[in-house]
């Protein structure tokens, strides 16, 4: 079957709403990065037999969904009973039976696996009342845990594919190209520069040939916003792709994924072919005379390859290194043709937009930053997780209400936005509106999403160190400011952080930084000191408490710190004597216990043990 | 055309051409390590920064490489201000770093007033200075035998897996391009070694000296339409064999004048 009018799409997506429409019960089980590897995979199988076996009526096996990522990811597996809109948290292959037999068959909610408000312990069943859902608001992943991600069907059945007819039965190119523009999209993988604006500039550059390209080479540490995209709403990807590509005049179009996302090649994949099936990719796309392929290129690692300039130069089969832009891509991009390149969240967010209109659109969110974004909220917060905010929500709100504040109810000391060269905010900062320029007035960034929080035990020294070390390994090596800048900046936090350092090396790091900034040929080396500049900015005392007293504060820095045992506190229970692998520490039974310095490394594994806080950091 | 402005000066330039040879025609001397001219300009080195700015720019500057920044209508160039000249300051405190012992490194860091390093040195510094000249030469001339390995602090030049590269014909356009003489090779005899391989030299029939290794000989001949004779003798022999040739026509000419 091809589809081929819009007409055809809307009787098509109506059977299969009346089938749906059938099923009393659904059961949604995750099948996202973290629930899969919590074990879903086990659970939904289990589900599927246990199914088979007992015949229930109104509901077949196929009402398990394999769904994307529900995002909650803290709690994972989870499984949500629909319509009932329940959400079983932490489920094992052993709640599955209970499960079907107590909220399958009847009504019941198992009051043992639905979330627990933290402070109150009361009981939250339906997952719209959780507070980690009810701050979201859902566009770019809004049908995560709601489709099964492999099934062009059940894409359709929710919506999908409408505003792609949309755009291509009764719109002009120009038409959509407005549309974007007026809806104000900020380009969502970090640069914030405005899609329509790109597309306009693209169109306008006279060629034979021009390309869409989809960046899916999320390279930040903690972020994993577009893999649940790619993984769990593959025809979303798509679907934004062909408007785009209808908009610019592209036939063709790339999807460059990193190799470390190898569902989500597999999932475009069978969307790509799902979608060529019927006629929505491919040739003569809804019986028109608009034609798009879409090919899918897997990246080899290199976080560099996110850079525009060097995924384009990787997708072509060179190697992935940044060159200068002061042609820009939308003139001369892949093989020098113009070439719109957006990220995974953009194409998701356009589909929204046709089908809503743009004045749907910039009612969410915040003047000139228009709509959600997607955050990978993580670190020491109690609800890690996806999560997708109007712009201008403030951060206390994603750290205290959707990400239920520090764990173990610790100070709040920073949360690092941006990724690996973004920025850390710090406690004067939980009121900022989260938007592409309010971070960036205040010395980080929004970047693809990155959200870390950290508490007073972490050492800002210690992130800007770690955030060095990862930028210089990461560094493409092409120009001198990135390739040596970097190496020097890490090789002098290094010194810092052990107490090597004189106060005069801030100073020197302070210029070095600002040369590296107007000096890198492309933007990860433009923004590669970030992670100093930011910590001094907000942590300066905490950089010269390092120097000049030579101590930690936060208890990280090794070299600054040693352990000692409160002989106060101690019960002499040999518990840390068990796990203190170097046999640093002596005592008897019920007497406190000693740490020889000589002996100890400083690796923590006792604090660990202890239950009874007795080991200082000091 | 289109004309801009570099020190002062109101110059004329090709639309599109790089900024840095219109500033080398008037005479200015931009360092550039990573310029070649047999290769595309590559932007690694950032010595030819240079500061932009337009008027209708409200006085906002930018930095850009002037190798591969084209040339504008009403651009205003400055090749040595304050903060370009600061900047290349940092850049080759940061390249002898790296590259210490570096004569070609030295003396331009000594230009700027640098005799010393203020960072930490490298462990073990080499004369690579990482311009990928010879990289980027070897790929202009078909072979791509050689290539930059690794990312960011441990790049270096290398042949795939660091082995004697097979695609390697032995041209030595590596090493003649090679601006700080690191890359090394041996002509003995009829042997010639570079990148751990050996060749063998071609023997001139005339004068009996090697000319170019066998098969940069039969690569010439195959892919660039030299005919396999002209490789039997050597430049030298070429030479003589020109001038006894222009020398006969010279002969001819004049006597067919006087006739």
Known sequence: MRIESEKQLRDYRKKLADADKKLTKKIMVCHGPGCLASGAEKVSEEFEKQLKRKKITGVTVGSIKKTGCHSFCEKSPLVAIEPAQILYTRVKVKDVAEIIEKSIKGDEIIERLVYHDPHSNDAIPKYPDIPFYKHQTRIALRNLGKINACD??????????????????????????????????????????????????????????RYVVCNGDEGDPGAFMDRAIMEGDPHTVLEGMIIAAFAVGAKDGYIYVREEYPLAVVNLQKAIEQAEAIGLLGDNILGTDFSLHLHINRGAGAFVCGESSALMLSVAGNVGEPRAKYIRSVVKGLWDKPTVLNNVETYANVPMIIANGADWFTSVGAP?????KAF???????????????????????????????????????????GPSGGCLAEQHLDLSVDFDTLTKHGSMMGSGGMIVMDDRTCMVDVAKYFLSFLVSESCGKCIPCREGLYQLHKLAIAISEGRAQESDIEKMEHLSEMVVTGSLCGLGKSGPNPFLSTIANFRDEYLTHIRDHKCSAGVCKELIKYEIDAEKCDGCMACIAACAFNAISGKKTKPHVIDQELCTKCGACVAACTREAIMVL | MVSLTINGKVVRAEEGEYLLAVIRRMGIDVPALCDHAAVEPYGGCRLCMVEITKESWDGWKNYVTACLYPAEQDLIVNTHSEKVIELRTSLLDLFLARNPETPLIQKLAADHGLTKTSFEVVPEPNDCILCGICTRVCDEMGFAAISMVNRGHGREVAPPLNEAPPDCV???????????????????????????????????????????????????????????????????????????????ITRWSVQEETK
Not at chain 1, 162 to 188: C, F, H, Q, S, Y
Not at chain 1, 194 to 199: S, V
Not at chain 1, 368 to 372: C, L, M, S
Not at chain 2, 178 to 186: L, S
């Open chain 1, 152 to 209: 062009i069907d059940d894409y359709i059945r929710v919506g999908g594919y409408e505003a792609a007819a949309k755009a291509l039965l009764k719109m002009t190119p120009e038409g959509v190209i407005d549309e974007v523009t007026k809806a104000n999209l900020r380009g969502r993988g970090g640069g914030g520069f405005p899609a329509g604006r790109k597309w306009k500039s693209c169109r306008a550059v006279e060629s034979d040939v």
């Open chain 1, 368 to 372: 000139k930053n228009a709509g959600t």
């Open chain 1, 376 to 418: 990978s909220l993580v670190g020491k917060v109690r609800h890690t997780g996806l999560i997708e905010v109007p712009m201008g929500t403030p951060l206390r709100t994603i750290i205290y209400d959707i990400g239920g504040g520090i764990l173990k109810d610790r100070p709040f000391k920073a949360v690092q936005t941006g």
């Open chain 2, 170 to 248: 032995g041209c030595l356009a590596c090493a003649q391009a090679c601006p700080t003489n690191y890359i090394k090779f041996e002509d003995i005899g009829t042997t010639r070694k570079i990148w751990g391989r050996e060749f063998e030299l071609l023997t001139c029939e005339k004068t009996g000296r090697p000319t170019i290794t066998r098969e940069f000989a039969a690569f010439l001949s195959k892919h660039r339409d030299i005919p396999e004779e002209y490789f039997k003798v050597n430049d030298e022999a070429h030479r003589d064999e020109l001038a006894s040739t222009m020398g006969r």
